[in-house]
């Protein structure tokens, strides 16, 4: 998709459903800016997207635990895991999903730090808004930030505030149903009417909420799940910095935090594998890696969280060079 999305960005075109208006427009903007060869605009643009997702996954992790190294081993380890990092050199919308999906989270969190702080609120919302203006799939992240929040999601959220939302949304699709009408170079589907940018939005011509109408029987769908546990263990990440997470999962478990990261993670990867139901073939494999990458902004959190408790055990200054070496040894 990387050459349909720089081309869609370079004229502003509709790119293939869900057309993610946001990424087209960001990404044009961010385009004009630069100089150079447009292509490594647009493949910039996505690393730009995922530091600035890495660092607001790191400043969430030092506001809830106060610890600077659970904001280096979560913000830098989810930056070098290997689809994270993959994603974030190439013209993909999924940096760009990793920024709105980690500001959902962050903006959350300040919400419930401020409950009485409206801004944080009509933040939270109109962040919501973006993710639906670049991809259903942020529908997602909603499960996750919902069980943050428990008990008080209902007082905290359920607010008129939502409206922002829409309203976010429907400005971008509105964007790119006007553009449409001035049949740039690409023009995915024409898009003449408000019911092809609704069958647009909804992707109804890859079935919706899977990645393809050819979806495969239910026990592929199983076996991608399972398989989605081997494959984080042996391509993301060291097994060090996998132990942390599955450490800061058990003792967060009832904590805000935790409860976000086991969403983000169950939601983005098993789940999705449940839904999309592929079959067992490399490209199919491949497909899916790309969306698994969103989970990993859950395995970080978790990680950070254990690594803000073993840094509490043995003090900083001991657990911060074991923290720095298994960094490094990720990334080499």
């Known amino acids: 998709d990387s050459g349909e999305l720089t081309v869609a960005a370079y004229c502003l075109g509709v790119a293939h459903p869900p057309g993610c208006p946001l990424f087209v427009r960001l990404a044009h903007g961010w385009g004009q800016l630069l100089g150079g060869d447009y292509g490594w605009r647009i493949n910039l643009f996505s690393g730009f997207c995922t530091a600035l997702a890495a660092a607001l996954l790191a400043d969430l992790l030092r506001r809830a635990t106060g610890s600077r190294t659970a904001a280096l081993v979560g913000g830098l380890g989810f930056a070098w895991l290997g689809s994270v990092w993959g994603q974030a050199v190439i013209a993909e919308v999924f940096g760009l999903h990793f920024a709105i999906t980690m500001g959902l989270g962050w903006l959350g969190w300040r919400v419930l730090e401020n409950p009485g702080e409206r801004r944080w609120l009509w933040g939270f919302y109109a962040c919501l808004g973006l993710g639906l203006a670049h991809h259903h ?6 499960p996750g930030l919902l069980w943050m929040a428990w008990p008080h999601w209902r007082r ?6 939502w409206l922002a939302s829409l309203g976010v949304a429907g400005l971008f699709y509105g964007d790119m149903w006007w553009r449409a009408q001035g049949h740039p170079a690409l023009n995915w589907g024409g898009l003449h009417t408000l019911d092809d940018v609704l069958g647009h939005f909804l992707r109804r011509s890859y079935g919706t909420f899977q990645l393809t109408r050819k979806a495969d029987s239910l026990d592929h769908g199983v076996v991608h799940g399972a398989a989605y546990l081997l494959f984080t263990y042996a391509r993301q990440a060291p097994f060090a910095w996998v132990l942390l997470a599955l450490w800061g999962g058990w003792i967060g478990r009832s904590r805000p935090l935790g409860r976000l990261g086991w969403g983000w993670l169950i939601a983005f990867g098993p789940f999705f594998a449940l839904i999309g139901r592929q079959r067992l073939d490399t490209f ?4 899916l890696e790309r969306f698994y990458a969103s989970s990993y902004l859950g395995l970080a959190l978790l ?6 408790d073993l840094s509490r055990r043995v003090g900083p200054r001991r657990f911060g060079p074991v923290a720095a070496a298994l960094l490094g040894w990720q990334f080499w």
Do not use: E, I, Q, R
Not at 137 to 142: G, I, N, S
Not at 284 to 287: A, C, I, T
């Open 137 to 142: 799939t942020f529908m997602l992240a909603l």
């Open 156 to 161: 905290v959220l359920l607010t008129p505030a």
């Open 284 to 287: 199919h494999l491949d497909m």
């Open 303 to 308: 990680a950070g969280l254990g690594a803000a």
